[in-house]
């Protein structure tokens, strides 16, 4: 964990609400469907503070919150002591050099039009970085770093496998050196085997690079060895955060426990222990 | 006796590019009411293998080029489209892997699951919508009787995979394959669907095929799995003895590389990733097909000769010149870290 504790990015009160509208031509709001609902969390300089829970429970919302791809209903969004939700439209872009985001479907995130050399490239050629020769050898760089073969700079992404397109990926994001990454599921969309190269390289890099993780997942299994800390989240509230370790050996609140306890684990022998506390945790959950 | 007994299954695909051995050799069996795990990665041929004993595979591209399908003494790839339609549904019923896109959008979820009974079954239609009340109670949906009007956009992934189980179920197969059943769903759901699927094999006194990526899903939920890499068999044994003493180096790797809750890999940080990937199915490796990937690989013959699914001991099959327990010296490898 860091011993920096200066927090690099700090959310207060952050809400997303999405109007549900009705009617054709005439629409009108009937309610509101609370997609975050009041999450406080800092993240510090260098560290993962990862973001768990099932689908629909806020964490991809507040993700986008942070990097302002969608305008937050209210709160605050702190990036080293700025505040992001107050920020113009130009001011907002060159802060985006600090902070950059890999999605979960490297098969949809890439322009399929695109050479693989353009679309690292991208970003640099957005924020006016270098000469175009720097640029090429900037691209090698990062794909060497990524553990992708530069040589295959004027390929298109149809080419390569998912976990080949996740590097263009990662590359992509590292292109500015930014300080603060969202991996919105980043190994989600890939084979096991895969998924444990791609997690080894996101580690390695935030070591070369002090790099700070926003990690979003639904695999609790997946987090555990990515985090420093843990936030786990249900229905747009944060439910339970601490430091991982202990959000994994002595979790709180039920719904943390019903999460970790859903999570298959390759021991057939803890199995029908297992089954009975689901089952149990099932019943206390529709009580409760 | 096994009530499914599959030998030398080779369904290849004929394309352009040339011909992809998907499944290429995989031999198992199925006994009465138990459960087989069917583990691999994408491409390895486990879906393919599934789809083939149903006759399912698409003709063309798709040919069974040999081997075959025994069921209750039947062959089935010799069976005609109108026998095999007969024997899906009454007597082998299988649940894809995406709830989303495998029920139709434009009919209830009631006519969906009473098609299904009166196609197989003479009965009226009200004796039908009867059943379909009672299947949809079995797997355990709210307020069933009202549900039977309802569309499938009016359900979660979760129900709409329980949906998929009452139509599976509703002619009392006697062989359920479900192909990652599960991999679309929340964490929690999943656990849900695992437990109920588990508890209606008990009672429809099912035998089981669960296809998954997921060692901890067969790990839960399977009697005996096989591994399957680059449409081969690689390593068949009863589960408990598999994880106690995986044999085939892949089945080791995959072991490692899967980010854990609890355990050994969890404190250490970094996964034993398997470096490179899964090979082309149209020019597959000459010898070990896991060769390329093997980190014990090199050192004899196995880089030449295709090694041959052996068993190593009672009830455990592996196909490696290098299995754990024939290593010299360490038995487990060392670790990564």
Redesign the interface.
Known sequence: MSTDNQALLQVTDLHKHFPIREGLLIERKVGEVRAVDGVSFDVRAGETLSLVG??GSGKSTTGFCVLQLMKPTSGSVKFEGTELTELGREEMRRMRREMQIVFQDPYSSLDPRMTVGDIVGEPLVVHGIGTRRDRAARIRDLLDVVGFNPSFTNRYPHEF?G?QRQRIGIARALALSPKLIVCDEPVSAL???????I??LL?DLQQDFGLTYLFIA?????V??MSDRIAVMNQGRLVEMGPAEEV?TNPQEDYTK????????????A?KE??EL??KL?SALAEG | MALLDVTDLRTHFFTREGTVRAVDGVSFSVEKGKTLGIVG??GCGKSVTALSIMGLIPKPPAKIVSGSVLYDGRDLTTLSERQLEDVRAREIAMIFQDPMTSLNPTLTIGTQITETIRRHYDVSQKQANKKAIELLEKVRIPRAPERLSDYPHRFSGGMRQRVMIAIALSCDPKLLIADEPTTAL???????V??LL?DLRHEYDMSMIIIT?????V??AADDIVVMYAGQVVEHAS??EL?DNPEHPYTE???????????A??RQ???????G?PPDLINPPEACRFGPRCRYAGSDDCTVNEPQLREIRRGHWVRSAHPASERSGSRVPEQVG
């Not at chain 1, 084979?191 to 190269?197: F, K, L, R």
């Not at chain 1, 019903?258 to 022998?269: F, K």
């Open positions: 099932e689908s496998s976990g084979d096991v085997s895969i998924q444990a190269q997690l080894n580690k639904h695999d609790l299994a997946v555990r060895g994994y019903a999460l970790l306890s859903a999570v298959p684990i390759p021991d057939p022998r199995m297992r089954k689901r089952r099932r | 990665e994408s929340d964490v929690t759901v999943q656990a849900s695992l437990d588990d990526h997921d060692m901890g899903v790990a839960e589960t408990l994880f790797a995959l072991l490692g590389a899967l980010p854990q809750l609890e355990g890999n969890v940080g970094r996964l034993t990733a398997i470096p990937r």
